[in-house]
């Protein structure tokens, strides 16, 4: 059987100058790739959509006619994988920033440094056959199919799930705990979605990012002239939500004085204004969430323990993504379609490599840190794809061995 030659790359330099197209080309057939030439934009993007699409496309900014963003525009809208290096003879903070926002691969100034030029070529015929190797992707989660945004098939998250709807038909006061990222408010709200109250407010309270001082009046609210500034009648987040749920985020985080009074409305189901002297009833569904250990903080005097057990009647302990790093091809998934579904970003895959180096990464800000991850190199990949380039260097380095 006769050999079967290696394919030579097809690189489309689109110029107006002669004298550009043929010393690009120079430099380009002698390192063997093969060049088609374009006079201007609109022969370039004709010679796109003719097909077959070339391997690269070196396109010019300023040209008569058709200008080089604009058939940048005409050439991702015809074949959205194509990858184009633009060229300028000014390097303007707006080229740059429009070259990268209508999807070029890069940009080059003029005149040419030959082995740069060679070099991004490279790079972009390396993303290219990156993005070939992926192959076809059937998304394995549909965003539609989990509303509360908790994903995980892992026997850790299916526990998790269990207990969610074994206390969603009551009104068990549940405590979530969990690091930092890990997810404790999604539950908390996917409890009062499933529970009777869903029809009421829901009010989240991060009791670590209000100041001691102001906690007491934003939870119970306060009366006219109770301290300096206290100009009017103020309702607290317990009686916004009266027949809903609140939920207490970093409630490890609340000052002992503020403890006593949710302990007293956990109790009497009663709240008192700052500086009032009558009680308000109140219907609430309490949840609260902590990072820290309860325990240790109830054994140190810094917790009340009286409240830690009203809190902690059903306890949900939502595991770190170290523990669980089969979920996270899903979570994944779920992170690029949402991203693909509100039009914030091109990819809506992942290829294999860049999956192990996710799979393999310690999180220690959990889903949120895989959230932003995810995000992040979404929107800057230069494909329909992620690649291992496209990950933070962090993750993309090679694991120590």
Same mark, same amino acid.
Not at 140 to 166: C, L, N, R, Y
Not at 207 to 225: D, M, T, Y
Not at 266 to 289: C, F, K, M, N
């Given at each position: 059987?006769?050999?079967?030659?290696?394919?030579?790359?097809?690189?489309?330099?689109? /110029?107006?100058?002669?004298?550009?197209?043929?010393?690009?080309? %120079? !430099?380009?057939?002698?390192?063997?790739? $093969? &060049?088609?030439?374009?006079?201007?934009?609109?022969?370039? !993007?004709?010679?796109?959509?003719?097909?077959?699409?070339?391997?690269?496309?070196?396109?010019?900014?300023?040209?008569?006619?058709?200008?080089?963003?604009?058939?940048?525009?005409?050439?991702?809208?015809?074949?959205?994988?194509?990858?184009?290096?633009?060229?300028?003879?000014?390097?303007?903070?707006?080229?740059?920033?429009?070259?990268?926002?209508?999807?070029?691969?890069?940009?080059?100034?003029?005149?040419? /440094?030959?082995?740069? &030029?060679?070099?991004?070529?490279?790079?972009?015929?390396?993303?290219?056959?990156?993005?070939?190797?992926?192959?076809?992707?059937?998304?394995?989660?549909?965003?539609?199919?989990?509303? /509360?945004? +908790?994903?995980?098939?892992?026997?850790?998250?299916?526990?998790?799930?269990?207990?969610?709807?074994?206390?969603?038909?009551? /009104?068990?006061?549940?405590?979530?705990?969990?690091?930092?990222?890990?997810?404790?408010?999604?539950?908390? %709200?996917?409890?009062?979605?499933?529970?009777?109250?869903?029809?009421?407010?829901?009010?989240?309270?991060?009791?670590?990012?209000?100041?001691?001082?102001?906690?007491?009046?934003?939870?119970?609210?306060?009366?006219?002239?109770?301290?300096?500034?206290?100009?009017?009648?103020?309702?607290?987040?317990?009686?916004?939500?009266?027949?809903?749920?609140?939920?207490?985020?970093? +409630?490890?985080?609340?000052?002992?004085?503020?403890?006593?009074?949710?302990?007293? !409305?956990?109790?009497?189901?009663?709240?008192? $204004?700052?500086?009032?002297?009558?009680? !308000?009833?109140?219907?609430?569904?309490?949840?609260?969430?902590?990072?820290?250990?309860?325990?240790?903080?109830?054994?140190? =005097?810094?917790?009340?323990?009286?409240?830690?057990?009203?809190?902690?009647? &059903?306890?949900?302990?939502?595991?770190?993504?170290?523990?669980?790093?089969?979920?996270?091809?899903?979570?994944?998934?779920?992170?690029?379609?949402?991203?693909?579904?509100? %039009?914030?970003?091109?990819?809506? =895959?992942?290829?294999?490599?860049?999956?192990?180096?996710?799979?393999?990464?310690?999180?220690?800000?959990?889903?949120?840190?895989?959230?932003?991850?995810?995000?992040?190199?979404?929107?800057?990949?230069?494909?329909?794809?992620?690649?291992?380039?496209?990950?933070?260097?962090?993750?993309?380095?090679?694991?120590?061995?």
């Amino acid at each position: 059987m006769p050999e079967t030659q290696p394919h030579v790359p097809t690189i489309l330099v689109v /110029d107006d100058d002669t004298q550009v197209r043929y010393s690009l080309g %120079r !430099v380009l057939t002698g390192h063997k790739y $093969r &060049v088609v030439e374009a006079a201007s934009g609109e022969e370039g !993007v004709e010679l796109v959509k003719k097909g077959p699409p070339p391997d690269l496309v070196f396109l010019d900014v300023r040209m008569g006619g058709m200008g080089g963003i604009e058939a940048l525009q005409h050439i991702r809208s015809v074949s959205p994988k194509q990858l184009v290096i633009l060229m300028t003879a000014f390097g303007t903070a707006q080229t740059a920033i429009e070259a990268m926002k209508y999807g070029a691969f890069d940009y080059v100034m003029k005149p040419f /440094d030959p082995p740069k &030029v060679i070099a991004l070529a490279e790079a972009a015929l390396k993303v290219r056959a990156d993005l070939s190797a992926v192959g076809e992707y059937q998304p394995s989660v549909d965003p539609e199919d989990h509303p /509360d945004g +908790i994903i995980g098939s892992s026997a850790v998250m299916q526990a998790v799930f269990k207990t969610i709807g074994q206390v969603t038909a009551s /009104d068990v006061t549940v405590m979530i705990t969990g690091e930092s990222g890990s997810g404790k408010e999604l539950v908390a %709200r996917s409890i009062w979605k499933n529970s009777h109250r869903a029809s009421k407010p829901f009010v989240a309270v991060n009791c670590a990012a209000i100041p001691e001082n102001l906690i007491e009046s934003e939870l119970f609210g306060h009366e006219k002239g109770a301290f300096t500034g206290a100009v009017s009648q103020r309702i607290g987040k317990f009686e916004q939500c009266d027949k809903g749920t609140i939920f207490l985020d970093e +409630i490890g985080d609340m000052a002992l004085p503020t403890q006593t009074k949710i302990l007293r !409305v956990l109790q009497q189901g009663e709240i008192q $204004r700052v500086g009032a002297s009558a009680t !308000v009833t109140v219907d609430v569904r309490v949840i609260a969430a902590t990072n820290k250990d309860l325990e240790a903080l109830v054994k140190a =005097r810094a917790f009340r323990e009286d409240l830690y057990y009203r809190l902690n009647v &059903v306890r949900i302990r939502i595991p770190p993504l170290r523990e669980r790093s089969d979920d996270i091809p899903q979570l994944v998934d779920y992170y690029l379609q949402k991203l693909v579904q509100q %039009r914030k970003a091109r990819a809506g =895959r992942v290829s294999p490599e860049a999956m192990e180096a996710l799979k393999r990464h310690a999180w220690p800000g959990n889903v949120r840190e895989l959230e932003n991850v995810v995000y992040r190199s979404a929107v800057i990949a230069q494909g329909d794809a992620i690649l291992m380039r496209d990950l933070p260097p962090e993750l993309a380095s090679p694991p120590q061995p």
